[in-house]
């Protein structure tokens, strides 16, 4: 369970995170949506403690993520990013590697060795082992960072943006991923999402910010409807139920309202 | 998983020459290159050269090793292979520092003064100017890290104008003097210095050495290795604080010099075949012994020190590079 309590996060006078309290639950997709500048990836990264809070805190199943010691903190949650370019020349099962650090600092023993080899496996990365990262497609990079934060055998994993720039097969692909990891491992995701109908698809539940604050934080048959679309992005949308899911279109509204604000 | 219905096959690993083999390989090559500069043209006349030339090959080895480090250590950090200490202002400094000191009580004086005490005026000025930059930045102000590159690279710039506008007011017996000291020499090193040197510089890569995975750990960017447990804003500090002592120390000992991290620190990477800090730094650190005794060599033996060692390193380094870049070995 993750506690965000009272946190605050200000950047000059304008809060962007502001007053925020949610409780995430153990298990299963959790996807923050809303428009841009809502704070949701302020509130991811005070999360997986990138950024400091202003004010408040968070705790995840009871451990504050500013004041536990980092090694701790990393057996516990993972973070995965988009942008992962780095400049040095690694291999696929260097990566997957140092997902084991938190536990052997570097000096991997047959234990880490095992959770390597499963969390290669896991993402049918065998054949790709002794690759390096820079020879492979984006698909492939991205199949072998998560392959890492197997690795890293955490309870929880935060996600920032992790479609962006990823087309239709390489997003479902993503999105499946997670779904696997979350069903076979359970495991707790929570992901920064732009596109409703992936979070209407995948999630669990939905978190919901505009300016700093959060609107709603219900499942997906809740916030993917017109009145709540409407009050998030200001945007008219049309939802229809297809294969049992919520999936709003709106490539063609027209009823769009003036913007309450500009970011 | 989205993926064609091949049968996943269990790669082996592609044959490689090990990192230590070639290490070894490169070890050997420095050991080489030091034996000829020891022997060449001795004439018999052991007592003499060498301890004077062993005096010279154990400062190169110092400031060589100080260099590889500091720079291997401050490219991990800023995620960057294109920069160098030296762009934090570094030699800009250390030049600053001696032209204030002959503008204010003349080249005959500077000349006379006692070199441990310019040694130690010298680390003292770039070790506090550079640990106030960054405390100031880093944990004070809480800045990201490339800010603080930037404003070095400024202040480096702002140096250097300074540096200029003060040499343009001396008078040119002076100046002479100051010319001498702006390029890195080896003929004349004090020899307690060099054991000063050598005891800082053996600290500071025991330091290393004992965090040479968490180094590796930091090749991952600030945010992956955040979420694999290491310190990060702690690290780095600690990395900026290594680098300033070092570049300091170099500097202090035989003048401006940090020019070749670069050049060493590409040739370790391209060459060692792994990026762990326990490969590169050694790599790195045997290939700035190769440069430096190897262009002491040719600048005493060949044009009889009518030449400066950076010309020769930076030419022969240079052509190198190239030639491994051409080869698309990058």
């Known amino acids: 369970m993750i506690e965000i309590t009272n946190v605050t996060k200000r950047y000059g006078t304008t809060a962007v995170v502001d007053d925020v309290t949610a409780t995430i639950r153990k298990g299963g997709i959790t996807s923050l949506i809303g428009p841009n500048g809502a704070g949701k990836s302020t509130l991811l990264g005070m999360m997986s403690r990138l950024l400091k809070t202003d004010a408040g805190t968070i705790t995840v199943d009871g451990l504050d993520v500013t004041s536990t010691s980092g090694d701790v903190m990393a057996r516990k949650l993972a973070i995965l990013r988009q942008q992962n370019y780095f400049e040095a020349r690694l291999t696929v099962e260097d990566l997957v590697t140092f997902g084991r650090f938190p536990y052997c600092k570097g000096r991997p023993t047959v234990e880490d060795k095992k959770h390597i080899d499963r969390a290669i496996e896991y993402l049918e990365l065998s054949d790709l082992r002794y690759r390096f990262l820079h020879e492979l497609s984006g698909g492939q990079q991205q199949r072998a960072f998560v392959s890492m934060v197997l690795a890293q055998d955490t309870d929880y994993l935060l996600l920032d943006e992790p479609l962006n720039n990823l087309d239709m097969r390489h997003s479902i692909a993503m999105m499946q991923q997670l779904r696997h990891i979350v069903n076979d491992l359970n495991k707790t995701v929570v992901i920064v999402l732009h596109d409703i109908n992936f979070a209407s698809w995948y999630s669990d539940e939905i978190l919901a910010m505009r300016d700093g604050r959060i609107v709603y934080h219900a499942g997906p048959e809740v916030v993917i409807t017109p009145k709540a679309l409407m009050d998030l992005y200001d945007v008219e949308v049309t939802v229809e139920t297809i294969q049992g899911k919520s999936v709003g279109v709106y490539y063609g509204a027209m009823n769009i309202a003036t913007p309450r604000h500009h970011d | ?330």
């Open chain 2, 1 to 330: 998983m989205l993926r064609s219905a091949s049968v996943p096959v269990e790669s082996t690993k592609p044959f490689s020459l090990h990192p230590i083999a070639r290490l070894l390989i490169i070890g050997l090559l420095a050991l080489a290159v030091v034996t000829i500069f020891m022997t060449i043209n001795s004439r018999g006349n052991w007592d003499f050269v060498l301890p004077f030339r062993g005096r010279k090959v154990l400062a190169i080895i110092v400031v060589g090793t100080a260099i590889a480090i500091s720079t291997v250590i401050f490219q991990t950090i800023t995620a960057n292979r294109i920069l160098t200490p030296s762009i934090m202002g570094f030699d800009a400094l250390f030049m600053l520092v001696q032209t204030i000191a002959v503008f204010s009580m003349g080249g005959a004086a500077l000349a006379q003064t006692d070199p441990k005490i310019r040694f130690v005026v010298n680390v003292l000025v770039m070790t506090v100017f550079s640990g106030a930059l960054y405390w100031w930045l880093f944990i004070k102000a809480n800045r990201p890290l490339h800010l603080l590159v930037l404003i070095g690279i400024i202040f480096g710039t702002l140096f250097r104008s300074f540096t200029n506008l003060l040499q343009r007011m001396i008078d040119p017996t002076d100046f002479a003097v100051l010319q001498d000291t702006s390029f890195a020499s080896f003929n004349s090193v004090d020899r307690t210095l060099v054991g000063i040197g050598a005891t800082i510089v053996g600290v500071i890569l025991l330091m290393v050495a004992l965090r040479n995975r968490i180094l590796d750990a930091m090749l991952l960017g600030r945010a992956t290795s955040i979420s694999i447990g290491v310190d990060y804003q702690r690290e780095v500090m600690i990395v900026l604080a290594m680098t300033t002592i070092l570049v300091s120390v170099s500097t202090a000992l035989v003048g401006p010099i940090t020019f070749f991290g670069l050049l060493v620190a590409h040739l370790a990477y391209h060459t060692v075949g792994s990026s762990g800090h326990r490969y590169t730094i050694p790599a790195a650190a045997l290939y700035s012994i190769i440069f430096l005794v190897g262009g002491q060599l040719i600048l005493e033996h060949v044009f009889n020190f009518n030449s400066s060692l950076s010309i020769m390193v930076e030419f022969a380094g240079g052509l190198l590079f190239i030639i491994l870049l051409l080869r698309g070995n990058a």
